[in-house]
């Protein structure tokens, strides 16, 4: 791609950044994007919520923005706010330091700031002629798939109804190892778990820069992402916003998790007057963030960004040819070995003979029971456990093939390069 020194619009290309013209393409490719949006999450941090004041949840700042999101809502579209903003208002109520909180302390004020956050967010959605409900949600129940398709059946029957879900950690009660770790990996996960086409992230920063702009005074914005690589994540890096938990690294790769859903990302300034209304429209704002070409299914995107692998079971040659090319299942026979303790119905990686991990799914044997089949047909299953659950030790239905791997976003996210198939 040529670059020139004209033009005042940014494209990110792989491993690349040059100011060029925006393409007719790309822009066309934008706006159908965001007209055919149907399903839209939009994420509001601790730093927007704050507005000026830095201590406090700026009631403006709610209201303008439930403003913008009821209009979505009385156009048609189908709307879930991820919101951050109950430490901020537990914290002042109980008379502590807004930084520097231990685990209790923060899960204390979680508990006393959440009711206050959704009767604002449910007082400014009602004075746009909007319902809204409160939905709190920890990394268990969105990992364990009854409790995230029963979630998404009551998201879905309260669009229905026209209401807005408030969605926020319930902080007051997850483990700190099992937490989503910040609300921009949250917004990620509930981006599949309500179907959404686009997930607009607001921020207190007005998109992705080339470096630091508060450090960097040639630092320019960059307007158009197509795919989030190392380079991407370096440019990102790995600074904290003033109020919240997540810097512009855990935005990039919310946007990253939900490009391979089929959704693209904006990020926008929060602050700023009708910013999202103005997005939506195609006006040039923030940062866009355009969608995987190979959208993953619902049930893989789970599997690969939702699920903490538990063990790892190690496969012949010939069983990942199989697997690979011939749209096999995993059979008993092609298992050469097992490692780790884990239960039928967890996540599994499998692993070649040249020990790279290639793929990851769910897993219908105990590891004990895989111990003491592997290797053998599937005809003396039965004999050799009293019992046979099923044929494959993992369907390919519940398999995703993988190329990097890396941990799911909910305990570290990472860019991940998925091999998507034909499920």
Not at 135 to 162: E, P, Q, V, W, Y
Request: glycine letters at 10%; one cysteine or more; charged letters at 25%.
């Amino acid at each position: 791609m040529m670059c020139t020194s004209e033009v005042r619009f940014t494209v990110l290309v792989i491993g690349t950044v040059c100011k060029v013209k925006m393409s007719e393409s790309q822009h066309e490719r934008k706006l159908k994007i965001l007209k055919s949006a149907k399903r839209i999450v939009v994420k509001v941090g601790s730093g927007v919520l704050t507005g000026e004041k830095y201590t406090d949840v700026d009631e403006g700042v709610v209201s303008e923005i439930a403003r913008q999101v009821a209009q979505l809502v009385k156009d048609g579209r189908r709307v879930a706010v991820v919101s951050s903003g109950s430490v901020v208002l537990g914290s002042k109520k109980l008379g502590l330091r807004r930084y520097g909180l231990s685990i209790p302390e923060k899960q204390a004020s979680a508990a006393v700031g959440q009711g206050e956050l959704t009767s604002l967010w449910t007082h400014c959605f009602a004075d746009h002629g909007v319902k809204a409900a409160q939905m709190l949600l920890t990394h268990d129940d969105l990992a364990n798939r009854r409790r995230f398709l029963n979630s998404r059946n009551t998201i879905n029957k309260l669009f229905d109804f026209g209401v807005v879900p408030v969605i926020n950690e319930n902080d007051s009660v997850a483990v700190h190892e099992l937490k989503f770790g910040d609300n921009d990996t949250l917004s990620a996960r509930v981006t599949n778990l309500v179907g959404a086409d686009l997930l607009a992230i607001l921020s207190d920063v007005d998109g992705l820069y080339s470096a630091d702009p508060r450090q960097n005074k040639s630092a320019y914005k960059i307007d158009f992402v197509e795919e989030v690589d190392d380079f991407v994540l370096s440019v990102a890096g790995d600074s904290s916003s003033r109020t919240g938990l997540g810097g512009m690294s855990s935005k990039v790769k919310a946007a990253a998790e939900a490009a391979k859903f089929g959704a693209g990302t904006m990020i926008l300034p929060g602050i700023v007057p009708n910013s999202l209304l103005d997005a939506m429209t195609g006006i040039k704002a923030g940062t866009f963030f355009f969608p995987n070409s190979d959208r993953m299914s619902s049930k893989k995107h789970w599997i690969v960004f939702h699920l903490k692998s538990q063990g790892k079971v190690i496969v012949d040659d010939g069983a990942k040819t199989a697997l690979l090319k011939g749209g096999k299942s995993l059979l008993a026979t092609g298992v050469t070995c097992i490692e780790g303790d884990f239960e039928s119905g967890e996540a599994v990686y499998l692993v070649g003979p040249d020990g790279v991990e290639f793929a990851k799914g769910l897993i219908k044997y105990h590891s004990h029971e895989l111990n003491s089949i592997k290797g053998r047909k599937t005809s003396e299953i039965e004999s050799i456990l009293g019992y046979k659950p099923c044929d494959e030790v993992m369907h390919r239905d519940d398999m995703v093939f993988i190329t990097t791997v890396t941990e799911p976003v909910g305990f570290e996210l990472k860019s991940k390069s998925v091999k998507n198939d034909d499920n």
